[in-house]
């Protein structure tokens, strides 16, 4: 076998099942090896698709995919989406082509510092020697990347250590997912907290939203009489009706404070204090009121339903019922499109378990306060603030969850960044219904700036840099052009209609939103 074989063959041991691939010249080797049937490879048209669809893999998988890039430039160009994941806690393992180790003193003209391009965003970077440590540096890699939290790692395989020959293989462990035990005394100044009564709120994030932890959580804040929440974006949340409630924390700074506000005790689980996503004058970065005292319970890398399972044993078996969301029957709306008919359709027509990939950021602020009763389903958002991750990410959680439909919200400035993503959905005939909010402008901005203190409003050539408009984007056409069905609707009661048609399709389609 030579060294790309080993390559591949290590990473099915490990228990990598796909590779989200844009190959070049230097890969080819790898190309060749990817013939391996333990392993599926997905062909992306642009690299921030790749690294975006890993970062949906892991989000529905809990285990790391690998993504094959085309050196320097390659890896770049994917770099805002390992940004993404970086920040959601996803793991994955990013295959770096470089030049045969002989060719770089050349200085050729995609020669580049990957290692320095890697660096800042991966948790681990490593350069092959040769093709004999191969299996042994893709091992690390992996187990690199499915520690807890996720890490990002990333390997550059030299030409040469590709096409050499790489003898025997190695067959080695998998990698081991165990997570640090909460430490028992932080446990015990919670308990203590919370039988104060004083006013606490619990904030879940990472594994805590989902699952175990999530149904702990729920008795725990019943029995103490404390309330859940959320940081506005989450990894992945499990919502719902039958599900334990979150409330998120808002994303504005004003209203972020002011929910804030009568709490004087807030209590982390995998997370730290809410803070502000970005800087504005004269207003705090921290969001905590004064004298809100902040209390870890489980660490990002701790076991949070054990801490939580730990909590409710402290707390005795006295106390109230565990907090449960009841399903709320949204009547279908007619009339216009605004943020409130938008969430009442979508509430009325999300299916149990569908996936629901969120980076409609001006419509959706507003929106999805009103699913919370819609039937159960996962919610997945944008960590990094790095847009165009949706559909790349929502592309990668159809692959993980096929059985699942996944439904994709994004706006019109977002989704130009990874439209490619559209191909690759149709090629693998994935079951996701993207939903473009189009406003024609990136309209988040036009309230920023007044936000930032900029002026009350923008001027001609500001909104100039804002405005979508000239050229308006023909959503239905780019769809159909990358093999996508799509339609357009401009009433609320079409857009329930279209969607609800959109669940019942094999494959992808979109819905242009017209705001």
């Known amino acids: 076998m030579n060294g790309a074989e080993h390559l591949v063959e290590t990473l099915t041991d490990q228990g990598v099942e796909v590779c989200f691939a844009n190959p070049g010249t230097s890969e080819m080797h790898f190309l060749a090896a990817l013939e391996n049937p333990r392993i599926k490879p997905v062909l992306c048209l642009f690299e921030g698709v790749a690294t975006g669809a890993a970062d949906g893999w892991y989000r529905m998988k809990d285990a790391p995919a690998a993504t094959l890039l085309h050196l320097g430039p390659g890896l770049s160009n994917g770099l805002a989406n390992i940004h993404n994941a970086r920040r959601a806690s996803s793991g994955m393992v990013n295959v770096v082509g470089e030049h045969s180790s002989s060719h770089l003193k050349y200085d050729a003209p995609l020669t580049s510092d990957i290692e320095g391009l890697a660096r800042p965003l991966s948790h681990w970077v490593r350069r092959i020697d040769g093709a004999a440590s191969v299996a042994t540096d893709v091992a690390a890699g992996v187990a690199k990347a499915s520690e807890h939290p996720g890490r990002i790692a990333t390997l550059i395989l030299p030409g040469d250590a590709s096409w050499q020959d790489a003898g025997e293989i190695v067959r080695l462990p998998k990698p081991s997912r165990t997570r640090r035990a909460p430490d028992r005394q932080r446990v015990e100044q919670v308990a203590k907290v919370l039988r104060s009564g004083e006013p606490a709120l619990i904030i879940l994030a990472n594994k805590a939203t ?39 924390i808002p994303y504005s700074v004003a209203p972020a ?21 970005f800087s504005y004058p004269d207003q705090p970065s921290l969001l905590k009121a004064p004298g809100t005292q902040v209390h870890a319970l489980a660490e990002a890398d701790e076991d949070s339903a054990a801490a939580l399972a730990m909590l409710l044993d402290l707390l005795g078996p006295a106390g109230g019922a565990a907090l449960v969301q009841q399903r709320v029957e949204t009547p279908v709306p007619t009339g216009p499109l605004n943020p409130i008919s938008i969430a009442h359709a979508l509430a009325a027509a999300i299916p149990e378990g569908a996936i629901i990939v969120d980076e409609s950021l001006t419509t959706g602020r507003e929106t999805m306060g009103y699913t919370a009763g819609a039937r159960p389903h ?29 439904i994709c919200m994004t706006g019109d400035g977002s989704a130009m960044y990874t439209i490619q993503a559209l191909w690759t959905q149709a090629r693998e005939g994935l079951p996701i219904t993207t939903i473009i909010f189009a406003n024609n402008s990136y309209a988040i901005l036009k309230a920023e700036f007044s936000n930032m203190g900029a002026g009350s409003a923008p001027g001609p050539r500001a909104l100039s840099m804002i405005d979508l408009d000239r050229p308006k984007i023909d959503w239905p056409a780019m769809a159909k052009s990358m093999g996508v069905p799509a339609v357009s609707v401009e009433t609320a009661e079409d857009f329930h209609k279209q969607l609800v048609n959109s669940l019942r399709a094999d494959g992808p389609v979109l819905i242009e939103v017209k705001l």
């Open 257 to 277: 404070l002011a929910f804030l506000k009568p709490f004087k005790h807030l209590i982390t689980v995998e997370t730290t204090e809410p803070v502000a996503f």
């Open 210 to 248: 989902r699952g175990e932890a999530l149904s702990l959580a729920g008795q725990v804040a019943g029995k103490a009489g404390a309330r859940l929440g959320s940081q506005f974006f989450t990894a992945r949340m499990e919502r719902g009706a039958g599900r334990t409630p979150l409330e998120r």
């Open 378 to 406: 996962d919610l997945i958002n944008n960590m990094g603030g790095s847009i165009g991750y949706s559909p790349p990410v929502a592309t990668g959680a159809a692959l993980a969850c096929p059985d699942r439909r996944t």
